[in-house]
Each structure stands twice: as structure tokens, then as C-alpha cells.
């Protein structure tokens, strides 16, 4: 019998062997796994996964945006990435919710290139009004909402829902832990100058409404949550977008970081079968794919 290793190697060789022949966007007909990062086509929008929640797009237009930014202490983190320096130029962060996996690097991460976070209205307030950051550096931003920081011809971020809790753990002047208000959880669905758009899921269990942001904004690319005991489960993951999302590809992320977070890319795509038209891909942390 062969290996889950030997798997996915014949399915980057089959995937390798189709690229010659025609375009990256063509979905295969049977879930595929592509382990590594291997690119799937040059370089137009770039999806850099850095363990858990965060990554790192790059837009056509070169804008730099960077999602839940947990690198410093995050174990899945490349040694190489643990350097907020190393990320390079950034104009534009986004952190779907108060939780220290997900906003961790964040407000360190603006001040040092003096750019926005952006994020739940009440997890921003609260960043203000304690003075973890400026508020010229905490806009408000709400479910439902579209923003353009870099006007109507750049990428455009819009707020959606995610199925989540969203507390923010501080320390008061005396040292002592408090958790504060940390806002509703979000998801964001990033449209790039080209119309090509990703669909960041947060954290997050499955709703009903994940097909309605399917039929609304058809993602080309979900990066969703399977680790199990906080998010999804393998197999909700894998129903979700089988059944109600359906886009051209499908990213795990957010698992074995803890032990809890226990859920496995191959439990996700074994749940996939072999009847959906998505894509999986599958990157090691510090890998990245071009679309």
C-alpha cells in the first residue's frame, strides 16, 4: 500500500505534468495535495503561509499585506521569519481577532513601518483606549464593510463573518492579567487589483452563511482553519468547502501548533473525497504559492 508521503508526491508530479499543458487556474477534478510550496504558476498574487493564522500576501500591484502576524513566539515559525525585520516592506496588516495566536506581533509590527492594523471595531478601540497603539494605527472596521487604503484602482478588503470568541489578554499597570474587550471575530475576503480574491477565514467554525460569502464574493482561494477544539475539524472544514463554498482552491491552516489544534491536511483532504473540484494545497510553513 503506498504511503501518504508517495501520495503527494505523484500528485506534485501529476500537478507538474498538467502545468505544461495548460493554465493554473483550471481546478483538477479530484482534490490534489501539493506539499512544499511549489508554485503553480508565475508570480501574480502570492500567498506566504508562516504557521497558524499568519500570512503574507503580496498583491499584483506589490502592495505588501500582512494577516495575523503571530511569528516572534509561534513555534510553527520558521527560524528565519521570527524577525519581524525579515517580512520586509508591509503596508497594511490585518488581525481577524483579539487572540494572542492572531495579534501577538501585530502592534509591534505597525509601529515599525507606521501602518495601519485593521480589524474588529471593538478589539481596535480597546488597542486605543489602553494605548497599545495609536489610534491613527487602530481604524475602525466592521463586519460588512469594504475598505480601499490605497484608493479604488488598489486591493480592496472587506470584513465577513467568522464563528468565533475574540478576548483580549493584557496586563494592567501593575503587571496583574486582565482580559479586555476584543470585538466580534472577523474574516476578511482580499480582492486584488486584478479581481483575483482570497478569502482568509480567521478562526472559525462552520455557519450557514459561509455559502452566502461563497455565492457573493466567489474566493478563488480560502484559507481556512482545521486544527479541531478552537475551529473547524478536518471534516467540517472539508464540508464547508465541498458543499457550500466550492472555490478554486483550498488552503489548511491553523493546526498542530498545540496539542489540541490536532486536526491533519490528511484527514482534511481524505474528508475532501474525490468528487469535489477544489484544490488543495498544502504548504510547510515559510512556503509560499503564486497564483
Known sequence: MKTLHSLLLCAVAAAALAGCAGTMRTAAPVPQA??????????????LWLGQAAVRITTPGGKVIMIDPWLTSNPKTPANWKQLS???????????????????????????????????AGMNQTLATYGILPAELAP????????????????????VRAEHSSELA??????????????????????????????????????GDMRLIGEMYRPDVVLLPIGNHFVMSPQDAAMAMRDMVRPKYAIPIHYGTIPQLRGTPAEFIAAMGTSSS??????DPGQKYDF
Open 140 to 159: 475602525r472596521f466592521g463586519k460588512g464593510g469594504t475598505i480601499m487604503p490605497w484608493g479604488p484602482t488598489g486591493p480592496k478588503i472587506t470584513a
Open 170 to 207: 493584557h496586563k494592567d499597570a501593575a503587571g496583574k492579567d486582565i482580559v479586555l474587550p476584543g470585538g466580534e471575530p472577523v474574516g476578511f475576503i482580499v480582492e486584488m487589483e486584478n479581481g483575483f480574491k482570497v478569502w482568509h477565514m480567521g478562526d472559525t467554525g462552520v455557519f
Open 86 to 120: 525579515a517580512l520586509g516592506k508591509i503596508d497594511a496588516i490585518l488581525v481577524t481577532h483579539a487572540h494572542f495566536d492572531h495579534l501577538a506581533d501585530a502592534p509591534a509590527l505597525a509601529k515599525m513601518h507606521n501602518v495601519p492594523v485593521y480589524g474588529p
Open 278 to 283: 477544489v484544490r488543495v494545497l498544502v504548504p
Open 34 to 47: 501539493m506539499p512544499g510550496g511549489s508554485p503553480i504558476a508565475a508570480g501574480k498574487t502570492e500567498v
